[in-house]
């Protein structure tokens, strides 16, 4: 089965470590940084890190847009969400597909 972790404050990564999902309480871009690194090489195949974590991480996380693991999934944190998930979400469809069929517009072609 493969490695799922969730990066985040400690109020939203305990309900991942419920689920049984590997949680990773942290309170600064520097330890979310250096917690990316650490399980990139445990090799998680998923990692779910909260919208606020991941837009002060960017560098980090478009470093491993070209590998093939770990996914690094932004998620709501528990102010709720930025739109940055699924901004993610919507620009790697569109790349996949060549469409956004989730909102159903045309890629344009230039």
Do not use: C, W
Not at 47 to 73: C, N, Q
Not at 88 to 108: M, P, Q, Y
């Amino acid at each position: 089965m493969p490695k799922v972790a969730a990066i985040g404050s400690k109020d939203v990564v305990l309900a991942f470590k419920a689920l049984g999902i590997t949680a990773a309480s942290v309170s600064s871009p520097d330890e979310a940084r250096q917690k990316i690194h650490e399980l990139a090489k445990q090799q998680y195949a998923v990692i779910f890190i909260t919208e606020d974590l991941a837009e002060s991480v960017s560098e980090t996380i478009s470093r491993y847009k070209t590998e093939t693991l770990p996914a690094i999934i932004p998620i709501p944190g528990a102010s709720g969400s930025s739109g940055l998930g699924m901004k993610h979400v919507r620009a790697n469809v569109e790349k996949a597909v060549g469409a956004d069929i989730l909102f159903n517009n045309s890629k344009e072609e230039g």
